[in-house]
């Protein structure tokens, strides 16, 4: 079964600075997906990026962007010139490429504060 | 733009009642979820539907639980006779052929 980890329970940044967050995943498989997801104070579940496992070049969007280590298992997003709506929950996910329909497994997620 | 709409945004129950948690997926998405978010935990998938059938259920989604989709819109989540452990955030999402499922903003529920 794949598991994802995330090892940091919170991390804090200084707004307009740049704050890394980190999360490995356990798979077997060579064809999936993973993600990003912020989740804010009305717990509401927001894609900020995604990434093909396919795809060599690593994703971005906008002031987000990630670091895909495929060998290492490794996807950590980057976050730039942090804002104060920037704050929330961020959520690693990983969903399989082989199965159809396959489910979202998630990690434990990081708590972001963004300081002022 | 389309969005999974749920309700109730909250739900308050007692133990031992049944709840029916409704969801309303984007229009023409063919795979349904169900996920549930124990306060300060992590999201947990419990159950996945495509094609009318459910395709993959967790540990977690015991004979308590059922989901249907009973006239081609809705798809609602059943607890049968909840206890006080049932109290979470519940996630309905959806997806079409593409790659991102579409969550909806949640149903939180509260057994007393």
Redesign the interface.
């Known amino acids: 079964a794949q598991t994802v980890t995330q090892s940091q329970p919170e991390m804090s940044v200084q707004e307009a600075e740049t704050v890394t967050l980190s999360c490995t995943y356990d798979t077997s498989e060579s064809d999936y997906?993973l993600?990003w997801?912020k989740q804010p104070p009305?717990?509401?579940?927001?894609?900020v990026i995604?990434q093909?496992a396919y795809k060599q070049q690593n994703a971005t969007e906008n002031r987000f962007s990630v670091n895909f280590q495929k060998a290492a298992k490794s996807f950590s997003l980057k976050i730039s010139d942090s804002q104060l709506g920037d704050a929330a929950m961020y959520?690693c996910?990983y969903?399989s490429g082989e199965t159809?329909?396959?489910?979202?497994?998630?990690?434990?997620?990081t708590q972001l504060t963004v300081n002022p | 733009e389309p969005e999974v709409t749920q309700t109730p945004s909250h739900q308050v129950t007692q133990m031992g009642q049944e709840v029916i948690l409704r969801c309303v997926p984007i229009s023409n998405h063919l795979y349904f979820y169900w996920y549930r978010q124990i306060l300060g935990q992590k999201v947990e998938f419990l159950v996945s539907f495509y094609n009318n059938e459910i395709s993959e259920k967790s540990e977690i989604f015991d004979d308590q639980f059922s989901v249907e989709r009973p006239d081609g819109s809705n798809f609602t989540l059943k607890i049968r006779s909840t206890k006080l452990e049932d109290s979470a955030m519940y996630f309905c999402a959806s997806r079409g052929g593409g790659i991102e499922a579409f969550f909806g903003q949640g149903t939180r529920l509260t057994v007393v």
């Open positions: 997906y993600f997801y009305s717990r509401q579940m927001i894609l995604r093909e959520f996910a969903r159809s329909g396959s489910r979202l497994t998630f990690g434990e997620g």
